[in-house]
């Protein structure tokens, strides 16, 4: 988010000032959900290939049971919980996360 022409990242009182994540993290389920459905969408329009629909659905699926275990790691410079999420899913499936917002 902060690439681009900015060379450094925010300023931490800029971290604290945005982080929503300590009161949206309760929001994790209807975020996936949304993600989820969004890329079924993207499949039905032959967007996405059906392969990558499934790696992000699987990765989504896991990200979700991560959190209900408590082994998810919280990021505040993630910002919210899209952006958690989102980052979790790409370190778990790889490049096709980033076509899950084409």
């Given at each position: 988010?902060?690439?681009?022409?900015?060379?450094?990242?925010?300023?931490?009182i800029?971290?604290?000032?945005?982080?929503?994540?300590?009161?949206?993290?309760?929001?994790?389920?209807q975020?996936?959900?949304?993600?989820?459905?969004?890329?079924?969408?993207?499949?039905?329009?032959?967007?996405?290939?059906?392969?990558?629909?499934?790696?992000?659905?699987?990765?989504?699926?896991?990200?979700?049971?991560?959190?209900?275990?408590?082994?998810?790691?919280?990021?505040?410079?993630l910002?919210?919980?899209?952006?958690?999420?989102?980052?979790?899913?790409?370190?778990?499936?790889?490049?096709?996360?980033?076509?899950?917002?084409?």
């Open positions: 988010m902060w690439g681009g022409r900015y060379k450094l990242g925010p300023a931490e800029m971290e604290k000032i945005n982080a929503s994540i300590g009161f949206d993290r309760r929001l994790y389920a975020d996936i959900a949304g993600s989820m459905a969004h890329c079924d969408m993207l499949v039905a329009q032959r967007i996405l290939t059906p392969a990558d629909g499934r790696a992000i659905k699987r990765g989504l699926a896991r990200v979700k049971d991560e959190i209900e275990a408590g082994r998810f790691k919280f990021s505040t410079r910002e919210d919980i899209h952006m958690n999420v989102e980052a979790r899913l790409a370190d778990l499936i790889g490049p096709a996360a980033g076509r899950l917002h084409t």
